[in-house]
């Protein structure tokens, strides 16, 4: 353990103290290791030596890559074979399934088993467990998705229990101000909680070749996002009515919104269709003992779904004789999916590194199905809590303007039909929140709340469905450009349908 202590002090001088200092995500930590345990499957049916396979392990670009940094550099500078360096660090490490895993392999190194047989079994296993966890993470979601439903509609309901209260009783200002101050904080603690139970995973590469949609997405949002926030502001410098405000952000926002759902749509459809595509193409390669490239030319592009058009293109390229490390990443880029980048990192590099075909297609099929199917029961989820939350958005929208709208008509009626130079006599029986004077410092600060609350439920209700479906970070101006629009036309079209109520009884 000495030697291990000096490795330790040694690294954090090295080029890797930022990496050693900074925190571990366990959701990262656990994805990340599902794709190692398959990347290593994949290149150990090649037969590649021990120093080799820890070589390319810790060259991958995953939080989990650091373990087995260390273990080539403890067999490496310390001159040890790689089953005491395995079990060297991981008795020094923390993370439970990662040190399980680093012992289980040191065992099996001093023992002669066969390395791909173990890893193949690993990653086999872990898929499951990942597989549960993820499954477990989407019913707590579940429930509270529909906790955040019951939590914003128990505080419109006291809300409104409050109101009518204050038009046939007595509430303090105080009252009124810590009862807005409480929808608010309910609002978005439920937000929060869902954000934090949601499971955490990138969906978008952040390589320098993107898809279409990525690449229109950023240039509309150099458009449309600086040139809506100054067309906000000027609208509120001309003192025009909030709700128009709402509806030139929500025009400004979905064209974004737009563009980044329909490319969530296609990268849901490629992380699907990645399965098939290296099952048949390992299949196809191994059974007419070909290389890929010619695997490739046997395919029905047809067969490739949302691919077709991805794997063409990258077939051309290949027959061009273009470098083929390029052109894979040129489609990885294509398809803007981060899940078909690990997936292509572990069918190409087991191939090139002299892996069965079949099976190194069939390792990176299975990860890419696994990932794709447990996002399709996310979606399910989202797709569920989306219109929920949108229909209660506009009942709580429409609610809070109509409250407030009918208080300030009331309020005109009462001092219409007050007799002349007698107003504080006829007012004196009235609550005394002091909603009935023309000018009351309290109807203005009403307004100033329904307002806020009203912004607050936008935003919160937004990044409530976006957390909950995840994606890129584009998609949530789809969310937020749905619900300022649906409270933009809240603000503008409830007070005339209230005053339209009201006509009779002047």
């Known amino acids: 353990m000495k030697f291990y202590k000096f490795w330790a002090k040694s690294e954090e001088r090295g080029a890797d103290k930022k990496d050693a200092k900074r925190s571990i995500d366990t959701e990262a930590l656990d994805m990340d290791f599902f794709c190692q345990l398959t990347y290593m499957a994949a290149i150990a049916t090649s037969g590649i030596s021990r120093s080799g396979l820890f070589d390319h392990a810790a060259a991958l670009p995953y939080v989990s890559a650091r373990y087995f940094k260390r273990v080539n550099f403890v067999a490496k500078a310390f001159n040890h074979d790689y089953s005491e360096a395995c079990n060297i660090v991981g008795q020094a490490t923390k993370e439970l399934e990662v040190k399980a895993l680093l012992l289980r392999l040191s065992g099996v190194l001093s023992s002669g088993e066969d390395i791909a047989t173990f890893l193949e079994r690993e990653s086999q296993v872990f898929s499951e467990s990942y597989g ?17 439903v019951a939590l914003i509609m128990t505080s419109a309901i006291v809300t409104v229990m409050a109101v009518v209260t204050l038009m046939i009783g007595n ?187 079949e099976k190194v297609g069939n390792d990176a099929s299975d990860f890419a199905m ?26 709580l929208a429409v609610l809070l303007v109509f409250i407030y709208q009918t208080l300030l008509t009331f309020t005109g009626l009462i001092q219409s039909i007050a007799p002349e130079g007698d107003n504080v006599q006829a007012m004196a029986n009235l609550p005394s929140f002091g909603i009935f004077s023309g000018s009351s410092m309290e109807l203005n600060l009403m307004y100033f709340m329904v307002t806020v609350i009203v912004i607050v439920l936008a935003l919160a209700n937004a990044f409530a469905v976006y957390a909950t479906s995840g994606g890129h970070i584009y998609k949530f101006s789809y969310y937020l450009a749905m619900t ?3 409270s933009g036309a809240a603000i503008l079209f409830v007070p005339p349908v209230v005053d339209m109520m009201f006509t009779g009884m002047a």
Not at 171 to 183: D, N, P, Q, R, Y
Not at 229 to 251: E, R
Not at 329 to 347: A, H, K, L, M, Y
Not at 370 to 391: C, D, N, P, V, Y
Request: a positive charge; charged letters at 20%; aromatic letters at 10%.
């Open 171 to 357: 509430i303090t200002l105080g009252f009124m101000v810590a009862l807005s101050v409480l929808t608010i904080v309910v609002t978005i603690a439920g937000t929060w909680l869902i954000y934090r139970t949601a499971p955490r995973e990138t969906k978008t590469h952040s390589l320098p070749y993107r898809s279409k949609e990525q690449n229109l997405a950023r240039s509309v949002a150099k458009l449309t996002l600086p040139v809506g926030g100054i067309t906000a502001i000027s609208l509120l410098v001309m003192k025009v009515d909030f709700g128009w405000v709402m509806l030139v952000v929500s025009l400004f926002l979905f064209p974004l919104g737009l563009i980044s759902k329909i490319d969530d749509s296609k990268i849901d459809k490629r992380d699907s269709d990645i399965a098939g595509f290296f099952r048949s193409l390992g299949g196809v390669s191994q059974a007419i003992g070909a290389t890929i490239n010619e695997a490739m030319g046997r395919l029905d592009f047809r067969s490739m779904g949302r691919l077709k058009d991805d794997v063409n293109l990258l077939y051309k390229r290949l027959l061009a004789g273009i470098d083929r490390t390029p052109c894979w990443d040129t489609f990885v880029g294509d398809t803007g999916s981060e899940q078909v980048n690990p997936s292509v990192r572990i069918f190409w590099d087991g191939v090139t590194l002299g892996g069965e075909p």
């Open 370 to 395: 696994k990932i794709a199917l447990l996002r399709e029961k996310r979606q399910l989820i989202a797709s569920g809590f989306l219109w929920l939350a949108m229909a209660m958005h506009v009942i």
């Open 132 to 148: 549960g966890r993820y499954e477990g993470r989407l019913e707590i979601l579940r429930k509270w998705t529909d906790a955040y």
């Open 484 to 486: 300022t629009g649906i």
